[in-house]
């Protein structure tokens, strides 16, 4: 049975909260939540665990983020907001290393969190990526912690799209189920997702749905725009420049749409866009498709340029060939854009369609060029589709109602834990 999304997008956790402030451990071990965005590694999973973490202190939790140290000169602590300090964990050489190539760290890394939380244990521990179960399970299990695990991507799925290229390590799909059997609590982002997790045996009693967020203070109608080019409409693509996004998809589509500019905003620093080798193949394809003078990369920008890079777009396209869940629809339809989507992962259950905008087959120039040329044609429809999102965010993926059924799924750990009975047991 796969969990339904409740009011809150909460699936199946309906415990109510009993459990006063909590001290929470957050494990994120290649995501942290103070990278730059944009780069191969740097992305999603990064906003998510900073804005879950901020949202938890916001409701009296303290929070720890436990990250590996990449650089020598970052100290073993610091605070990212009120509430919410990062650890940053020594595992491996302290310098940038591919995540594909971090699960020989892991146990080092399960070590350290051991012999920390042996001093000062949480409450409750919430491990993000399938390295980070693997490294927070050795811990919980030593110390007899409560164990909670969101995957943020699944091998299962990105074998089945990549195939021989998948980078992935060769036992990730074992590990990973491993995570699954020997954890509390399975928090899934989609019900794409739970189907999968049941595939690779995980029961479903064991798994509930809590979807990413949005900051939808951040992300809204109003505020500042970007500039805009000379062409009459624009779409708009944003997220890493890695080929399973789709931006080859977008470029083709182009073809198919005169008087329309595609900007792709993500991927390295502008003064480095010459030396992507992702950024040179796209700009390869524009050419050939006779769109190249109607292609404009942005590189990666600051976060707070992204809200009026979206505001600015007719239209906000996600081709992508498969996505475990997928922020930049929820961003898009926070700030009143309409979005194209490819029909897979997360993206079937973020974007409505026809009221917030259009699910197409993955993969698909033609497709994509149809619904966006609809959806150009007819700016009414536009409109609408952008106030449709915009309520569609604030009443399900706002990180305030994210947050808080989070912490249903905490507490129905906490509250199913055993209780300890015997000399001195009140």
């Known amino acids: 049975m796969t969990p339904s999304l409740g009011p809150l997008g909460s699936g199946t956790f309906g415990a109510a909260p009993t459990a006063g402030a909590l001290s929470i451990a957050l494990v994120s071990?290649?995501?942290?939540?103070?990278?730059?965005?944009?780069?191969?590694?740097?992305?999603?999973?990064?906003?998510?665990?900073?804005s879950l973490a901020g949202a938890l202190a916001d409701r009296g939790h303290r929070v720890t983020v436990y990250t590996r140290r990449d650089a020598r000169d970052l100290p073993e602590e610091t605070a990212l907001r009120e509430g919410v300090r990062v650890h940053h964990v020594p595992a491996g050489p302290p310098e940038q290393i591919p995540k594909d190539e971090l699960l020989p760290y892991m146990d080092e890394f399960g070590r350290h969190l051991t012999r920390v939380w042996r001093g000062r244990p949480p409450d409750v521990v919430h491990s993000h990526f399938w390295m980070s179960g693997l490294a927070s399970l050795q811990a919980a299990r030593r110390l007899g912690l409560p164990l909670l695990h969101t995957y943020h991507a699944l091998g299962t799925v990105k074998r089945r799209h990549q195939?021989?290229?998948?980078?992935?390590?060769?036992?990730?799909?074992?590990?990973?189920?491993?995570?699954?059997?020997?954890?509390?609590?399975?928090?899934?982002?989609?019900?794409?997702?739970?189907?999968?997790?049941?595939?690779?045996?995980?029961?479903?009693?064991?798994?509930?749905?809590?979807?990413?967020?949005?900051?939808?203070?951040?992300?809204?109608?109003?505020?500042?725009?970007?500039?805009?080019?000379?062409?009459?409409?624009?779409?708009?693509?944003?997220?890493?420049?890695?080929?399973?996004?789709?931006?080859?998809?977008?470029?083709?589509?182009?073809?198919?749409?005169?008087?329309?500019?595609?900007?792709?905003?993500?991927?390295?620093?502008?003064?480095?866009?010459?030396?992507?080798?992702?950024?040179?193949?796209?700009?390869?394809?524009?050419?050939?498709?006779?769109?190249?003078?109607?292609?404009?990369f942005t590189g990666g920008v600051p976060s707070a340029e992204v809200p009026p890079l979206l505001r600015a777009a007719d239209v906000v396209v996600c081709p992508a060939d498969y996505e475990p869940f997928g922020i930049v629809p929820l961003e898009a339809m926070a700030c009143g854009r309409p979005v194209v989507a490819s029909a897979v992962g997360g993206q079937l259950d973020t974007v409505a369609d026809p009221a917030t905008g259009r699910l197409v087959p993955p993969r698909d120039p033609e497709a994509l060029a149809r619904a966006v040329a609809e959806l150009l044609a007819d700016p009414a429809m536009r409109e609408a589709s952008g106030e449709a999102g915009r309520r569609r965010?604030?009443?399900?993926?706002?990180?305030?109602?994210?947050?808080?059924?989070?912490?249903?799924?905490?507490?129905?750990?906490?509250d199913a834990l055993p209780v300890a009975t015997g000399v001195g047991a009140v």
């Open 393 to 414: 965010t604030l009443r399900r993926f706002g990180w305030d109602r994210v947050a808080a059924a989070t912490e249903e799924a905490y507490c129905a750990v906490l």
């Open 163 to 296: 195939q021989l290229a998948d980078p992935s390590p060769p036992r990730r799909i074992a590990l990973e189920t491993e995570v699954g059997l020997g954890c509390d609590r399975v928090i899934a982002t989609c019900r794409d997702e739970v189907a999968e997790l049941g595939r690779m045996g995980i029961p479903a009693a064991k798994v509930g749905i809590v979807p990413c967020g949005v900051d939808t203070e951040l992300f809204t109608p109003r505020g500042p725009v970007a500039e805009r080019g000379g062409q009459r409409h624009q779409m708009l693509q944003l997220g890493r420049l890695v080929p399973r996004k789709g931006a080859a998809v977008s470029v083709a589509a182009l073809a198919q749409l005169p008087e329309t500019e595609l900007v792709v905003v993500g991927g390295p620093p502008a003064d480095r866009l010459a030396h992507d080798p992702e950024v040179r193949r796209l700009r390869a394809l524009a050419r050939r498709a006779g769109v190249a003078d109607r292609v404009r």
């Open 29 to 50: 071990e290649h995501a942290s939540p103070l990278a730059a965005l944009g780069g191969v590694d740097a992305g999603g999973q990064n906003v998510h665990v900073a």
